[in-house]
């Protein structure tokens, strides 16, 4: 059974409220991501691909058109029951980080565990050790303003899987990064689905996309291209 399940998606918005102007962000788009696996999705921006990403981590709902995840359709769930299927199932890594400025890396990673009423103890000892996996153990107690830009989204990736997901969305994840600093993030990426994470990013770096096995591309709200490739952090995954 594949992880991700989407037919016949759409997506419109109204430009300028009921009467505006619609906008197809998705037109029907159609897709299986097996669990295991490690997606790049790219395009023009207005493509459709962060609509798609959007739709994918339960912060949006498609306008039409059906969406299982793990088996279970969630296009239809109440608002609450999409909450907790994102803090259960998926972690999000985003390209400007989205740590708490006066909190320490810690307490950053803590906070999934928070919203789903874990045990102080069990918050620090599961946020002490997804630190440990990024490389940060030694940096527990510095706040973002400390840490330098690769370090605060090693923080965030920490974050993203102290829940245990099975899933992790990383949007633009290197694009506030430098290169060498952009490779070590994708090498812990690289190494996370190594481990039997399931991967899907967006980026419209082709370099960044070059670390995925699958590449989807956008275009006008439609799938144009799913290619699988060699990919670049092979043999580098722990």
């Keep these: 059974m594949a992880l991700i399940e989407v037919r016949e998606l759409y997506k419109t918005y109204l430009m300028g409220g009921d009467t505006g102007n619609p906008v197809h962000a998705l037109r029907g788009v159609s897709l299986d991501i097996e669990a295991g696996e490690f997606v790049a999705i790219m395009g023009a921006s207005g493509s459709g691909k962060s609509t ?16 299982r995840l793990a088996g279970e359709p969630v296009d239809s769930l109440s608002g609450d029951a999409l909450a907790a299927i994102r803090n259960r199932r998926i972690g999000f890594v985003f390209q400007q980080f989205n740590l708490l400025p006066r909190t320490s890396a810690v307490e950053n990673v803590e906070l999934p565990l928070v919203y789903a009423g874990v045990e102080r103890r069990e918050r620090r000892e599961r946020a002490l050790a997804c630190l440990e996996q990024v490389g940060l153990a030694s940096r527990a107690g510095h706040t973002p303003a400390e840490l330098s830009g690769g ?12 829940n245990r997901p099975q899933m992790i969305l990383a949007d633009e994840p290197t694009g506030a990064l430098d290169s060498t600093t952009s490779d070590e993030v994708m090498r812990l990426l690289t190494e996370l689905h190594g481990r039997g994470i399931t991967i899907v990013l967006v980026t419209h770096e082709h370099d960044v996309a070059a670390w995925a096995a699958r590449r989807l591309v956008f275009r006008d709200g439609h799938v144009i291209e799913d290619s699988r490739q060699a990919p670049r952090g092979a043999g580098q995954a722990a």
């Design 151 to 162: 370090q605060q989204q090693r923080v965030a990736i920490a974050r993203a899987l102290v």
């Design 52 to 67: 798609l990403m959007n739709v994918l981590g339960c912060l949006d709902r498609p306008t039409s058109g059906s969406y």
